[in-house]
């Protein structure tokens, strides 16, 4: 499976930006999407997460972003808004089966990375 994603961008603080991600091949509910993201000098943290469960989303992100999941396109979005500088970060999506949802060693695919820049 290979995963395209875009959608990055520099924006002031307050404002949105969406990401996609769309996979090469279907994908079932079985399998989760995820976008994770990682800033300078960071580890790569858990954002939010698509199971066949339902939605899971870091503290840190909940209430502002909201991932969605288009079966039919194989694409999984990533709303944010009301974004904030500490939000700044490569911004990556994730598919596979993952035991634990919130660990990026338990994905099996990546995408190459888009970047997000949040102003003060």
């Known amino acids: 499976v290979q995963l395209q994603a875009s959608g990055g961008g520099s924006v002031q603080a307050g404002g949105s930006l969406g990401l996609s991600c769309a996979a090469s091949l279907q994908t079932s509910s079985n399998y989760a999407m995820a976008w994770f993201r990682q800033a300078p000098g960071k580890e790569r943290e858990f954002v939010a997460a698509?199971?066949?469960?339902?939605?899971r989303y870091a503290d840190s992100v909940k209430g502002r972003f909201t991932i969605s999941r288009d079966y039919a396109k194989n694409t999984v979005y990533l709303q944010m808004n009301s974004l904030k500088p500490d939000d700044t970060a490569v911004y990556f999506c994730a598919a596979g089966n993952p035991g634990i949802i919130i660990r990026p060693q338990a994905y099996d695919y990546w995408g190459q990375g888009t970047l997000v820049t949040v102003s003060s």
């Open positions: 698509s199971t066949g469960s339902g939605t």
